[in-house]
């Protein structure tokens, strides 16, 4: 009986650390993707407003 | 000036949804685990005598702390505690510092919490491994926390509410009232002041684990609703009901269990709740041990994250750590970033050196509160800048405060002296890191920019 108790709470431990590192991973993705995207929306506003000058 | 206040609070992103009941259940939340742990070590170092004087010495201090931090967190222009006071006040190696005393005195109090699950789980269950669990409470605790402050405090309302109820089940379950069949026997079971001064100052320091942390309430006026109102209201309420869960926490002890015993109980109620001999008041006392930690490490966990992420805003660390959840607008990653350091010292299962640790940070905290409403009262006198509370007594308010937690902080070193010079040795070489590191990363002009803004230039700098 203890030693399915003890079992269990390791792998509820697995559990909630995968929970924890899953949305955190996923959150560093959205936020690197969001950052490309602003990168990129900066650099064709560059681009366009040297054009412009030309 | 409230809309200016709420105007800037907007800036962090954080939801405004906490009131004074949400208040209160965060500051006692963290501390009522205080009742159910930890304080008989003033029992053992001063006798029984000198822990309940303790307890209602060191309640006056924190009246006077609250009263403090009342009347500045309600003008500041951003949350963060006393680190932001400092930081308006002191200065950024002030700051700094008050900022890394905050997030050790939370980590070191949640570790502390999750060893006593561990542990008392052990002791109902032996062949219970305690390591497991104190991992699964932590991360549990840290999930909860990832997905963002309502949930976290909702939980610690409903949890604290049923730990209180523990005590006074246990409390009612002696029969004091009746001198006929109570259970209480404090004439025989007390042993006074068998230290004389000496102990009763040994016993000042730890008696103030019966309400370390309920100035952390201060951290949640990013997240109130109406922080003026919610902040003095919410921790006057919850240092009342401390005082009074002390008290009744020593007398039931006291009575119940002798005093040479009590001082090396290491879950004084739950020892106290085997005394009466009753299987309902042996099964609420464990409940309400086990909420006690989970509420307290929650709230720890909550703070501890508040304070990393506050440095990490003003580049007193790397930026990295300030970023808002994008869902739940938790400071995720310094949730985690602290999630191993908790660990680490709960896995130690030094519970009097993690403890020890945490009470020298908050008294070190308190003790530069003082200096703070000094400087507060010196650069923005009354009438100059608008106080929706104004504390009492200045200048004795802040001196008396003062010479209370030096007493606190001399008791300490009695038994724990190279504990105390480890923690300034820490701080220390910290302070030398920021000076070299980071120092250079605050543009001092932006710093105070808000403060200034919002009060002008002070008359004295």
Redesign the interface.
């Known amino acids: 009986m203890v030693t399915i108790i003890n079992a269990a709470a390791w792998i509820l431990c697995i559990v909630m650390g995968a929970l924890l590192l899953g949305d955190m991973i996923k959150t560093e993705k959205y936020f690197a993707e969001k950052d490309a995207k602003n990168d990129e929306t900066s650099e064709a506003k560059k681009e366009v407003s040297e054009d412009g000058r030309k | 000036m409230a809309e200016n206040n709420s105007k800037s609070n907007n800036n962090s992103g954080s939801k405004k949804v906490l009131g004074p009941v949400h208040v209160w259940a965060l500051g006692v939340g963290i501390v009522l685990v205080g009742d159910f742990m930890g304080w008989n070590l003033g029992i053992k170092q001063g006798g029984s005598l000198a822990s309940l004087i303790g307890l209602w010495v060191m309640g006056c201090m924190y009246a006077g702390q609250v009263m403090m931090v009342s009347e500045m967190s309600a003008v500041m222009p951003e949350s963060g505690g006393q680190y932001t006071m400092a930081k308006y006040f002191l200065g950024p190696l002030a700051a700094f510092n008050v900022g890394l005393m905050q997030v050790f005195e939370y980590t070191m109090l949640a570790a502390g919490d999750v060893i006593v699950v561990g542990q008392l789980l052990n002791s109902v269950?032996p062949?219970?491994?305690v390591l497991?669990?104190t991992?699964?409470t932590l991360?549990?605790l840290?999930?909860i926390n990832?997905r963002g402050a309502e949930a976290t405090l909702t939980l610690n309302f409903f949890i604290t509410a049923v730990a209180f109820i523990c005590i006074m089940i246990l409390l009612f379950a002696t029969s004091f009232w009746d001198p006929q069949t109570t259970l209480i026997r404090l004439k025989e079971l007390t042993n006074g002041l068998p230290y004389g001064k000496l102990g009763l100052m040994a016993a000042i320091g730890y008696s103030c684990w019966f309400c370390l942390g309920i100035e952390g309430t201060a951290m949640a006026a990013d997240e109130c609703r109406s922080q003026h109102r919610a902040i003095p209201f919410g921790a006057i309420a919850g240092l009342a009901t401390l005082l009074i869960s002390g008290t009744v926490t020593w007398f039931v002890c006291s009575g119940l269990i002798p005093a040479d015993e009590l001082g090396d109980s290491v879950y004084p109620l739950y020892e106290a709740a085997l005394a009466t001999g009753k299987l309902y008041v042996f099964v609420a006392l464990f409940i309400g041990t086990i909420l006690s930690c989970l509420a307290s490490a929650n709230g720890c966990i909550n703070d501890s994250s508040h304070a990393w992420a506050a440095l990490s805003r003003d580049k007193m660390l790397p930026d990295l750590f300030a970023?808002e959840?994008?869902k739940y607008k938790s400071n995720?990653?310094a949730i985690?970033f602290l999630?191993p350091i908790a660990l680490a010292f709960a896995m130690t299962g030094l519970l009097d050196q993690v403890v020890t640790f945490s009470i020298f940070s908050a008294l070190m905290i308190y003790l530069l509160t003082c200096l703070m409403l000094y400087r507060f009262r010196k650069m923005y006198p009354v009438g100059k800048v608008k106080r929706v509370f104004t504390a009492p007594l200045f200048p004795l308010l802040p001196i008396l405060v003062a010479i209370i937690v030096v007493c606190g902080l001399f008791g300490l070193h009695l038994n724990y002296g190279i504990n105390l010079i480890s923690g300034a040795v820490f701080y220390l070489l910290a302070s030398i890191w920021f000076l070299k590191r980071r120092a250079k990363f605050i543009d001092k002009d932006k710093f105070l920019d808000a403060g200034l803004r919002e009060w002008g230039k002070p008359e004295e700098m």
């Open positions: 269950l062949g219970v491994r497991p669990f991992i699964l991360l549990l840290a999930f990832y970023k959840h994008p995720y990653r985690i999630l």
